[in-house]
T-cell receptor, first 114, second 113 residues
């Protein structure tokens, strides 16, 4: 069964450094999402992406964040200058079309900012 | 703003019993509601979706109800097994049409053998 994959599984970085989290959504999916989950807290929406542009972003998704689909398979989340409070699990999700309600989540990248 | 509340206390039950988890929401009238399972350090996995015009949905040992008057969904696992131990997340779609999901904080279920 097709799966969403994410790399790396763990990332440790110094505060102020840039990180890029990578996702490979399921191949025929067209709608892409990033969520994050701070340890012990709820899963929070960051951004949705369709047709090569952001369709919605949350208040968390400030100018330090960006997303890109550089080719036909990868979907990336970049944090330009990481802060301690960016430490969290980051989940990528995708779905095939707009009326499909269910999203398929990747295993996540655990980001630790020191 | 839309708000989802799940019982944040862990639910401990004995194997074979029925587990019942609650999801309440406010400031919204969703067209559907979803339940996901999350294991430690893993991403959410979809379990069931129930629409506003459905009172109940079943899948194997899982049952979900949806009361739009009470603004509540109940999630039941019958004949629970230790393998059912996980955190269960209730999710609503946002009011925009982008498909974003708004999650509750989840309820952790521990099934003891």
């Amino acid at each position: 069964e097709p799966e969403v994959t994410q790399t790396p599984s763990h990332q440790v970085t110094q505060m102020g450094q840039e990180v890029i989290l990578r996702c490979v959504p399921i191949s025929n999916h067209l709608y892409f999402y990033w969520y994050r989950q701070i340890l012990g807290q709820k899963v929070e929406f960051l951004v949705s992406f369709y047709n090569n542009e952001i369709s919605e972003k949350s208040e968390i998704f400030d100018d330090q964040f960006s997303v890109e689909r550089p080719d036909g398979s990868n979907f990336t989340l970049k944090i330009r200058s990481t802060k301690l409070e960016d430490s969290a699990m980051y989940f990528c999700a995708s779905k095939p079309y707009q009326n499909q309600e269910t999203q398929y989540f990747g295993p996540g990248t655990r980001l630790l900012v020191l | 703003s839309q708000k989802i509340e799940q019982n944040s206390e862990a639910l401990n039950i004995q194997e074979g019993k029925t587990a019942t988890l609650t999801c309440n929401y406010t400031n919204y009238s969703p067209a559907y509601l979803q339940w996901y399972r999350q294991d430690p350090g893993r991403g959410p996995v979809f379990l069931l979706l129930i629409r506003e015009n459905e009172k109940e949905k079943r899948k194997e040992r899982l049952k979900v109800t949806f009361d739009t008057t009470l603004k509540q969904s109940l999630f039941h696992i019958t004949a629970s097994q230790p393998a059912d131990s996980a955190t269960y997340l209730c999710a609503l779609h946002g009011s925009s049409n982008t498909g974003k999901l708004i999650f509750g904080q989840g309820t952790t279920l521990q099934v003891k053998p």
